[in-house]
């Protein structure tokens, strides 16, 4: 069975770079975010109905992940982000959100630390007091619902050292 991790934290804590570097690493899939790739092609003006899309296209590859035949998959962003960011910026959150966070299981989270440099770009709106706010509600949501999840710190090469250390002193 394929085990998904899942990379997350506020914006601009090297998701991205990590997702792939993990997959590369363990010969595993990545999956892209998929509000990134969803804005790209819409543009960075968006709606509930649109969250709401990402979060559907974030089930999609979730799906896509559970069923392959490797060992490790690695998505960047899971369903309990947009979640939080509709409780953020919408203040509500569609009604099936909350039950396939918990229907879809992840084997681990890695929760990045926005402890590196902030890089401005067009589809990013968080930067810093707000990314350590979203840090910390990231953090309590993976706690509350007690989800299983390492913290991942330190720059370039030590931020992927540490990333693979988690993986692999994980009881999975």
């Not at 896509?64 to 998505?75: G, M, Q, V």
């Not at 953020?88 to 918990?102: A, S």
């Not at 993976?142 to 692999?168: D, H, Q, V, Y």
Request: glycine residues 6%.
């Amino acid at each position: 069975m394929t085990k998904i991790i899942v990379l997350t934290g506020p914006e601009s804590t090297a998701k991205s770079t990590l997702t792939q570097d993990l997959a590369k690493f363990y010969g595993g899939v990545c999956f892209p975010e998929y509000s990134r790739t969803y804005l790209d092609r819409k543009g960075d003006h968006y709606s509930y109905a649109d969250v709401e899309a990402i979060a559907r296209g974030q089930v999609a590859q979730y799906d896509e992940a559970f069923e392959l035949n490797c060992e490790f998959a690695f998505l960047d962003t899971w369903l309990f982000v947009t979640k939080v960011w509709f409780d953020w910026v919408y203040k509500r959150r569609p009604h099936w959100l909350d039950e396939m966070i918990d229907k879809k299981p992840i084997h681990l989270y890695l929760l990045c630390k926005p402890d590196i440099p902030w890089e401005p770009d067009p589809l990013r709106e968080n930067g810093g007091e707000q990314r350590e706010k979203l840090y910390e509600i990231y953090k309590q949501e993976l706690i509350s619902r007690n989800l299983p999840f390492c913290e991942i710190e330190g720059e370039g090469e030590t931020r992927i050292k540490n990333a693979i250390e988690a993986i692999n002193n994980f009881n999975f």
